[in-house]
């Protein structure tokens, strides 16, 4: 980045829809405001938007890559057209053109030569779209004469065809105009000498050109100081000539965003269009004057004469359309067709341009008769077809003979140097030197009698400041001397009037006493009588609280009393509640009883079933003697079941009996314990609690030894009975091998399998009953005596 760049605030690609995507040209926005839009490939400078007068405080481009808009510290907005901006847009398509090259030089021959012809496009220098080149071999003839090199232009351009073209339309295009222009000039664009030329500053010479030239646009004018700064310093004739700005202001306004090209522009018209201009500095350019003269005189006799008749010479006629470029007699579009035309020929042109001219113009000159007639003609717009100009200027060209053609005098076309640009010293030096001494000792006067006026007026200033200083202390003297005689009458009254005050005081004074011991005394005799009401209000107030008291405590009685019947009430429910709960703990217990009745009573009907098909079928295989003893043995077994749950029944009731009957002479003398004593009756409950919970244990362990008692009966009966069915069942086998009974055989099958059913029944049905027996808990609200009953 350049030296004053110190910091960046913004980045930004600037989008182009031919480079595919990649983006070549980047925006950046520096601490200076200022925002400078560099090429990634080329790192070259293209265009700067803003400046140091009107900064960037932030910018935005539009997204096809058309459109810069930016917010100015001034709150304006700016919106830029990037075509208008950068040249490198505007470059015409890239033409074919061809670079030929030697073959090895071990297959050339003595009548032909082998060459390579490369078919491609020129580079452009920010743009990335590639081409395909395409490569053939072609054979010519040596005496085929190459292509002239001076028609050979920069970017793949041809002088000739230019030209050519120039001619069938008069003008290039708008779009494409600059680019030509550049390539026309062969422009070096020599940016470090150019930055060095910008980085010495503004030349003293034109540092008040504003004053000269006053122009509405700051840009503008800005840009015109720094070229024509940068021309001063590159040689120092440009310094001293005074039309200078007028020759450059339309390459200015022209190239206003690209400095570098608007400078390298007018050095260019300068140095080669300008040729011997300044060789009678500081007098116009005779000799030019007088070929423009010569040139005139052999084509328009009668007009130059006509011209000679008023006194009206070249320096009238020709010199102002000279030192502006015609930029005072022509509109924009004009001077830009003008140019074309200039650019694309020989020097010489432009001197053939301002006779043709004069010449298109004579009916109106020849009308004039007065010289100021004649300058404002050649200082101001005349209705005038350019076209017409230029056509007769091309024929000034061809007819004009060599003796005083321009062109003999003219050097060539010659471009400016890369690198460094060329010395110019076509001038008298002597005379710019004086002029240069003599400017910066008049500058030097001018600051001398500029500091000798400064020192001057700050010595008037003093004088009068010290003038008006002591007017201001003999005034200010005087009004003090006013001001004490005033004060000193005031004291004399305000001593009166304090006095008098005083006296009124004292009078006050003597009343305020009085007033005050009248006050003390009624006040004393309100302090009594406020205390004798105050020891009348506590008395009342004690004898309120006594009766408050009083009957707070009647009050209390009866809430005790009516809170002890309550209770009552509440122990009489709570009884009554228990009672219901008692009763409702028998009816389950005796439900319980009940139903394991029942259980034992269906156990007994199964092995009673049981023991009847043993019996039927035993009946059926055996004799009746044995079918009678086997009868007899059941009902004994089952009178024996029969006995032992009546006497299991009656001992369970004789229990039940003693415990109710227990059980209510404890309710009793618990409900007359609680009517004594609360804590009485909540002692005798846990004792009572513990010696049933004792009384549980006890019950448990001796239900668990009958359980485990009637488990091995009820073994050994099964064991009796599975014996009795197995030896059955072989005798069954065996009377059925002797008497070939197949049909009782199955009977007998049939019989056992259904015995073997109802035996796993009655396993079953007696696993339930042992997990009940053995998982039941007293309920909380039952206590274990009433449980265990």
């Known amino acids: 980045m350049p030296t004053e760049v110190r910091a960046v605030r913004h980045l930004e690609f600037l989008p182009d829809s031919f480079d595919g995507g990649s983006n070549q040209v980047l925006g950046v926005l520096s601490q200076d405001n200022i925002m400078r839009f560099i090429s990634v490939e080329t790192y070259k400078l ?4 803003g400046s140091h007068e009107e900064g960037i405080s932030t910018a935005a481009i539009s997204p096809n890559g058309r459109y810069i808009a930016s917010v100015m510290e001034n709150g304006s907005l700016n919106l830029y057209s990037v075509q208008a901006l950068t040249q490198e847009v505007n470059k015409p398509p890239p033409p074919l053109f061809k670079v030929v090259e030697d073959w090895p030089k071990c297959k050339s021959e003595a009548n032909k030569l082998t060459t390579r012809v490369t078919s491609g496009r020129s580079e452009q220098p920010w743009k990335s779209k590639g081409s395909k080149i395409q490569t053939r071999l072609l054979k010519v003839q040596m005496n085929t004469p190459l292509e002239n090199k001076e028609n050979e232009l920069p970017g793949g351009l041809n002088k000739k065809r230019l030209q050519a073209l120039l001619k069938g339309y008069g003008e290039y295009p708008a779009k494409y105009r600059m680019f030509v222009w550049r390539s ?5 664009e020599n940016h470090l000498a150019f930055s060095s030329l910008i980085d010495k500053g503004t030349h003293s010479a034109f540092v008040n050109i504003q004053n000269e030239y006053p122009i509405k646009s700051r840009k503008l004018l800005r840009v015109l100081q720094r070229t024509l700064s940068a021309l001063a310093h590159w040689s120092a004739i440009f310094g001293e000539t005074p039309y ?4 450059a202001f339309p390459f200015v306004k022209l190239f206003q965003n690209n400095q570098l090209i608007c400078f390298e522009v007018v050095a260019t018209v300068v140095v080669n269009f300008c040729q011997h201009w300044f060789e009678y500095f500081p007098n116009p350019p005779v000799n030019i004057l007088s070929m423009v003269e010569n040139i005139l005189a052999h084509h328009d006799k009668e007009l130059l004469q006509h011209l000679i008749k008023y006194s009206v010479t070249s320096q009238v006629y020709a010199w102002p359309l000279l030192e502006t470029l015609f930029s005072e007699v022509l509109t924009r579009e004009e001077w830009l067709k003008v140019f074309d035309n200039i650019f694309s020929n020989h020097p010489s042109y432009f001197l053939m341009i301002v006779v043709a001219y004069i010449i298109c113009s004579r009916a109106p000159l020849l009308l004039c008769n007065q ?3 004649f300058e404002y003609f050649f200082h101001h717009r005349n209705n005038l077809d350019i076209n017409t100009v230029i056509k007769q200027a091309y024929h000034l060209m061809e007819a004009t003979p060599p003796d005083i053609h321009p062109q003999r005098v003219l050097d060539d076309f010659m471009p400016l140097t890369k690198g460094q640009y060329p010395v110019f010293n076509k001038y008298p030096k002597f005379v710019v030197d004086y002029q240069t001494r003599e400017r910066e000792r008049i500058r030097q006067d001018e600051i001398e009698y500029l500091r000798e006026r400064q020192l001057m007026h700050e010595l008037e200033a003093k ?13 200010k003297q005087e009004l003090l001397r006013e001001a004490e005689e005033q004060r000193r009458k005031m004291v004399l009254e305000e001593e009166e009037k304090l006095a008098e005050r005083r006296r009124r005081l004292a009078a006050v004074r003597r009343e305020l006493k009085v007033k005050e011991l009248q006050f003390l005394d009624a006040s004393r005799r309100r302090f009594l009588k406020y205390q004798q009401d105050q020891r009348q209000m506590e008395l009342k107030r004690l004898d309120d609280d006594i009766a408050r008291k009083a009957s707070m405590r009647e009050q209390e009685t009866a809430a005790t009393l009516q809170d002890i019947e309550v209770r009552q009430m509440e122990l009489e429910s709570q009884r009554q509640l228990f009672e219901q709960r008692l009763i409702k703990d028998r009816e389950t217990i005796t439900q319980e009883m009940r139903e394991e009745r029942d259980d034992r009573q269906r156990k007994a009907d199964l092995e009673d079933h049981i023991v009847q098909r043993w019996v039927e079928t035993d009946r059926e295989e055996r004799q009746k003697a044995q079918m009678v003893a086997e009868e007899n043995f059941a009902k004994a077994e089952q009178s024996c079941i029969d006995n032992a749950w009546r006497l299991q029944a009656l001992q369970k009731l004789r229990r039940d009996d003693e415990d109710r009957e227990k059980r209510y002479e404890e309710i009793a003398k618990l409900l007359h314990d609680n009517r004594v004593k609360e804590a009485e009756l909540l002692k005798a409950m846990r004792e009572a609690e513990e010696k049933k919970w004792e009384e549980v244990t006890w019950r448990k362990a001796q239900l668990e030894e009958e359980q485990k008692a009637a488990a091995a009966a009820d073994e050994h009966r ?5 014996d009795e069915l197995n030896d059955a069942l072989e005798l069954a086998e065996k009377l059925q091998r002797e008497d070939g009974c197949f049909a009782s055989l199955d009977r007998r099958q049939e019989l056992a399998r259904q015995e073997q059913e109802l035996m796993a ?3 079953q049905l007696r696993q339930k009953l042992t997990a ?4 039941r808990r007293p309920p909380a609200h039952v206590s274990p005596t009433r449980w265990t009953t």
């Open 244 to 247: 200078i700005p007028l020759l």
């Open 761 to 763: 029944e009655v396993r």
């Open 718 to 722: 099964k064991q009796f009975l599975g």
């Open 46 to 49: 293209l265009f700067v938007i």
């Open 371 to 373: 010289s100021q007639d």
């Open 772 to 775: 009940r027996a053995q998982t």
């Open 463 to 475: 004088a009068q400041e010290r003038k008006a200083e002591d007017e201001a202390f003999y005034r």
């Open 184 to 188: 026309l000039l062969q422009l070096p």
